[in-house]
């Protein structure tokens, strides 16, 4: 017969297991959820393969020991440089786009094209899960912003005016980018 002292004794015992379970999957929780997929590339823009990486999370102190004054606006806090200043818009050598911060590679010299905005202009990114894409409504425009999915790093815009195949122009600030050339 369950007795009211039997039956808050064992619900007692079942809440405080439910408990040390949760506190110790927490972390593992946590650690899963802060994980996401990128497509790493060698230097030589070669696919090593899809994987699992830990989200990158540093402190605003951390990032200005690591970026220039410009790199740090323009990555950390959603600024764009400006036109025809970027080291990357009007180069044409062969190579390979990585995130300044973390070093996800990003783009290919393959898809960068000649806007003639001032800023480096690619029709694609070298793996669409290497960059996310959100909704800009700052400075009075909708825009599409676009980031690095590894470290969150604001590297510029992407617009509907681009050239075939894709029609898309992924506009983004040279100091966002670190350029690898193809060994």
Known sequence: MLTRRYFFTNSLRTLAGVSVVEWFLAPLSRAWNDMVKVV???DSGQK???VMVNKIHKTDDEWRRQLTPLQFEVTRKAGTERAFSGEYF???ENGLYRC???NNALFSSDTKYESGTGWP???APIAK???RKEDDNSLGMSRT???CTECDAHLGHVFDDGPK???LRYCMNSASLKFVKRP
């Open 40 to 42: 790493q590339y060698d």
């Open 129 to 131: 899960e290497n960059v």
């Open 48 to 50: 090593i393969g899809l």
């Open 90 to 92: 009007d180069l044409h």
């Open 121 to 123: 202009s690619f029709w």
């Open 100 to 102: 300044i911060c973390c």
């Open 165 to 167: 195949p894709t029609y």
């Open 145 to 147: 912003a676009v980031s």
